[in-house]
Structure formats: structure tokens, C-alpha cells
DNA sequence: TCTGGGGTCCTAGGACCC
DNA sequence: TCTGGGGTCCTAGGACCC
């Protein structure tokens, strides 16, 4: 039987603050994009859940129900770097560490667990040693189970700083009890097609016959089989054996001053910019342009292009999204949201290099550039296209991005 | 004052080639 | 001359996660 252990740092990136900063600590505070356009709230702490207030709603909500509330600026390289001593507090472990998302990782210490007198014993212990390691406002969560579907459940009951576990025993119960929505996976249009079959919980869903639900859900049926039995047909990848990223990109809410298709153009250019530079960063080219836009009423409208070679060319990925934008019937009168993406990505050493004179001089600039922005800050240097774009340059991210801290890891690993 | 920013995976239809 | 079937690529769109 496996041991999975799926730990969840606490209220992370406001913890974070909080550690970093003392006159944060016993404060309700929230880490979110910038409180003056419209944002959304990307952790809230201890003090400031106390109040209502969750991840992922709008800041000015949040600061009406709490009027005191005090916004602090995402910084995603901070939370980077503590994600990375904790990996390396875990590793010590054992190497079966995946990386979920930047605060969350699955552990198979089902060789392990043993020798640390049980598996309840080493979540203590991992908890101590995190929060010697951090500091003791950085605390983590930690769920236990025989599977990482179920770890995941677990750690929902161990919030805060504690450890929940599920023994194969108990699982039945726990199907029973655990609502379809509860499991990650499964979204609201997911979950209304089940509750019109009549399936509330993960018991329900093992009551179908996995050849039903594939009927209904294609290949995701038998997924959804699985999980009803408490089941998780994904395995747990280790950081090292983490894939290669598929696709890089930027998307953005535009301001009020920027809506209009001039301005939604310089917004364009400015996330293309950042995403040839971060592909350059990463030695990664890209064969599909996608691009996204939102009208002022949350309409989607964009597409996608190939292109004939791989590129991590601006330019390139610039010119490409004007011509969606064109074949697409331009720009929304009001455009509230653009994204550009470049997917099919390879290692830019397989990519051929331009052959055009003007294209290779282009590259020289745009590496010119990257190494005056490594030295002085992404700030040192604007396009006057995008200056209008500063506005811009304070972002939360932060997500999405265990795949590079996975991959880093790797890059460490080899070094040592 | 409705709704951020980074991703992944799946489906389906059409074009094209053998 | 007419027709079939499989494979691959491209595009569009949807669902979901942290």
C-alpha cells in the first residue's frame, strides 16, 4: 500500500510576507496584483481569513470587509526562492518529490516511512524541520493517504498547520462524505453533468460502470471511474523526471487608459516582448503563436497560428498576433484583456537559427537587450510602444510555475 | 467596479497525403 | 475512373488547476 503525502504551505505567499516583514505579523493582510486597477486577491493571511476574506476575490471586496486591510505587492521571486529551501528540506527525505504547484508537493515515502517510526511521525517532523528551516510564520499543512486523490482530500482537513491522515480503512466513509467538487479535477460544468445523473459524492460515481461514464465523458470517464474508488490514474512524477514546458506566455487586464485598439496594440507588444524574452531566458523556441483578447463584455475572441520555424523572435510573435488580431476583426472597441502565448516549444538549439540579415541583426538586439535587462532590471529599458505599458510591470504570478522550479532542481541535482 | 495570470489537457472538424 | 481508410497537421473552443 502507498504512502503519499501531499504537503500545502499555509496561506503561503502572505505567510511569506509575514515572515519577511515583522510589522505584517498578527495583521490582516492580503498579497495581490495592484489594489488601484482591478485585481484579484492571491493569498490572504490567517488574520485576514478571519474576516472573510479568500484567494481569488477582488481586492475591492476584500478591502470592504475589511476596511484596514493592508495590500502587499506580489513578489514571485521571493516565493521562488523559499519554494526552493523547502525542496531541498524534502529531498533530504527522498527523491520521490513532485512538485504540484509552487506551494504544494506530493511525497511517496512509502519506503520512508518506517524508519521515522510511521508516517504520522514524519509529517511532524517535516513540519518542524520546514519551520525551523523558514521561520515560524511559514507553516505547512499536511495530508496523508494511500493515494495522491486522497492526500489531496486529507490535507483540506489538516488546514492549518496540521496533519490529517486516511487509512486505507477509513476510505469507504470518505467516499461517501466527499463531494464530487471537492477532488481536483473536477469544475463546476464537470460537476452540474454528475449531479443531473444524480452523483453528489465520490460513492455515487462508483455506483457507474466505467464503460457508462466513458460514454458520457470520453476519456475522462475513466478518469472520473477511478476517482470514484478512491483511485488516482495519475502517478506521481518526481521533479526529475519533469517534463519539458509546452508553452510560454503572458496575458494581461488592460487599464481603463488602454482599452481603446491602440492602446490594447501596445499592450500586445509589451506581452509579446515578454515572452520572446522569456523564451530566450529558457533556451526555448516556439512553433504556435495563440492569442486571447476579452471584449468589455467578457467575450473571448482569438486563435491560433503556425508558423513555419520555431522562434524567439518578439518580433516574429508580435507581427504573428497582429494578424490574428487582423483575421479576427481587430480589436474589441474596449478591450479588457489581451494574451499571447507560443506553444510547440522545443530547445531553441534545435530551432534554426534566421537566415534573413535582418532577422540576425534583430537577434543581436534582442539579446542585447536581455543582457542589459539581466543587469539593470526589466525596468531599465522600454520600447516608447509600450512605455505606456509600465503600469503593467507589477504582476502577482507566481503560479504556474512548478515546472521551472522542478526543472532548476533538476540543473541543482546534476551540479551537486 | 464583476472576473488576475500562469499553465495543461481534451474534443472535433477540415485539409492533405499515401 | 471511383472510392476507402488511416495518419498527421492545423484551427477553434472548452474545461480545469493553483
Redesign the pocket.
Known amino acids: 500500500m502507498l504512502i503519499i503525502l501531499h504537503i500545502d504551505m499555509d496561506a503561503y505567499f502572505a505567510s511569506v510576507e509575514q515572515q519577511a516583514n515583522p510589522a505584517l505579523r498578527g495583521q490582516p493582510i492580503v498579497v495581490s496584483?495592484r489594489p488601484d486597477i482591478?485585481?484579484?486577491v492571491?493569498a490572504a493571511s490567517r488574520e485576514a481569513k478571519t474576516y472573510g476574506i479568500r484567494a481569488?476575490m477582488?481586492t475591492?471586496e476584500a478591502r470592504k470587509l475589511c476596511p484596514h486591510l493592508t495590500f502587499v505587492p506580489g513578489d514571485p521571486d521571493k516565493y521562488e526562492t523559499i519554494t526552493r529551501r523547502f525542496l531541498d528540506v524534502l529531498v533530504d527525505y527522498t527523491p520521490m518529490v513532485e512538485v504540484?504547484?509552487?506551494?504544494?508537493v506530493f511525497m511517496d515515502v512509502t519506503q520512508e516511512a518506517d524508519r521515522h517510526g510511521g508516517a504520522l511521525c514524519l509529517a511532524r517532523e517535516i513540519q518542524r524541520r520546514l519551520r525551523a528551516t523558514l521561520g515560524e510564520w511559514i507553516t505547512c499543512s499536511i495530508g496523508i493517504a494511500p493515494s495522491k486523490l486522497l492526500a489531496k482530500l486529507a490535507v483540506e482537513k489538516a488546514k492549518p498547520a496540521g496533519v490529517h491522515r486516511i487509512c486505507p480503512q477509513d476510505v469507504p466513509q470518505v467516499l461517501a462524505r466527499t463531494p464530487v467538487e471537492d477532488?481536483?479535477?473536477?469544475?463546476?460544468?464537470?460537476?452540474r453533468r454528475l449531479s443531473h445523473m444524480g452523483i453528489w459524492n465520490l460513492a455515487d460515481l462508483s455506483r457507474y460502470p466505467e464503460g457508462y461514464l466513458r460514454a458520457r465523458f470520453?476519456?475522462?470517464g475513466a478518469v472520473l471511474a477511478m476517482w470514484g474508488r478512491g483511485l488516482d490514474p495519475s502517478p506521481l512524477i518526481p521533479y526529475w523526471q519533469e517534463e519539458e514546458?509546452?508553452?510560454?506566455?503572458?496575458?494581461?487586464?488592460v487599464p481603463k487608459a488602454l482599452r481603446d485598439p491602440e492602446g490594447a496594440r501596445s499592450v500586445l507588444l509589451y506581452l509579446c516582448e515578454r515572452t520572446g524574452r522569456?523564451l530566450r531566458s529558457k533556451g526555448l523556441a516556439g512553433r504556435?503563436v495563440h492569442l486571447d483578447l476579452r471584449d468589455a463584455n467578457?467575450h473571448?475572441?482569438?486563435?491560433?497560428?503556425?508558423l513555419e520555424v520555431p522562434t524567439d523572435d518578439e518580433e516574429i510573435i508580435f507581427q504573428t498576433a497582429l494578424d490574428l488580431v487582423r483575421?479576427h476583426g481587430g480589436f474589441p472597441g474596449q478591450t479588457t484583456?489581451v494574451?499571447v502565448?507560443v506553444?510547440s516549444v522545443i530547445s531553441g538549439k534545435e530551432a534554426p537559427r534566421p537566415l534573413l540579415p535582418e532577422q540576425r541583426r534583430r537577434e543581436r538586439l534582442e539579446h542585447a537587450m536581455d543582457h542589459i535587462r539581466n543587469r539593470y532590471g526589466e525596468s531599465a529599458l522600454w520600447r516608447g510602444s509600450v512605455y505606456a505599458c509600465r503600469v503593467?510591470t507589477q504582476?502577482?504570478?507566481g503560479?504556474?510555475?512548478q515546472?521551472e522550479i522542478a526543472q532548476d532542481r533538476q540543473a541543482d541535482d546534476r551540479r551537486s
Do not use: F, N
Open positions: 496584483g482591478h485585481s484579484v492571491a481569488g477582488s475591492w504540484y504547484s509552487i506551494d504544494e477532488v481536483c479535477g473536477i469544475g463546476p460544468r464537470i460537476a470520453g476519456v475522462y514546458l509546452k508553452s510560454v506566455g503572458h496575458s494581461h487586464a522569456r504556435v467578457m473571448h475572441r482569438g486563435g491560433q497560428r503556425a483575421s484583456m494574451g502565448r506553444g503593467l504582476a502577482t504570478g503560479m504556474g510555475r515546472k
